[in-house]
């Protein structure tokens, strides 16, 4: 598949590792541990197609609901996630950011996600967004609160805040609406993901299970979206 010029942000809700863990009699942590090479794979195939921004929604707000060893091993995991394609990354100038309410995360997560966004920072191939402790309601109130603030500080007017003005104010203006969300294990379901930034993209849903979520999988998804036609609420 050549390089699609007209998809410049895909966001992927990658859902079902539990359940591929299950199935195999294996615990669930195995099952995020064969999805971060799913991950893998689809950094390198967004790169190969021009896709400059690829968000993966990687934990929620309420995910804190898991059990404590499960919460415990997901940090682990992610801490090993950086530590395997940081150099990578920056190999193949790709930034890494996040999104969400980092600071909750424990201390040796927070700190090594601060890292590896420094060490990134200058990249310009592409850029890898982690939504980390992130909810679409949660940013919403947030944004809220900070824009309710500037108005007390009388340096914003209640008639100034605009939508475009919103959309500045989220957790990063500078990461573009996704073009296309996808989501995999069949569930028909926005999980509380990009609410705001989700309003135009195009959906896709695949039956398949995260950790099985391969590069013609990946493929598969982006060209059924690329032929459809967008008209963001209007005619032709």
Known sequence: MAKNKEVKHVAIIMDGN?????KRNLPHLEGHRKGAEAVEEVIEV?????IKYLTLYAFSTENWKRSKDEID?????LEEFID?????????????KTI???EEFPAATYNKILEATDITKDNSEGTLVLALNYGGRAEIIDTAKKLAQKVIEKELK?????????ADN???STIPDPDIMIRTSGEFRLSNFLLWELSYSEIYITDVLWPDFNRAEFIKAIESCTNRERRFGGRK
């Open 170 to 172: 989220l957790y990063d």
């Open 158 to 166: 209640i008639d100034e805040i605009t939508e475009d003005l919103f």
């Open 84 to 96: 395997s394609n940081l150099k990578e990354l920056n190999e193949k100038n790709i930034k890494f």
């Open 100 to 102: 969400g309410r980092i």
């Open 46 to 50: 967004s790169k190969e197609l021009g």
């Open 18 to 22: 539990g359940r591929w863990a299950k």
């Open 73 to 77: 091993g997901l940090m682990s995991l």
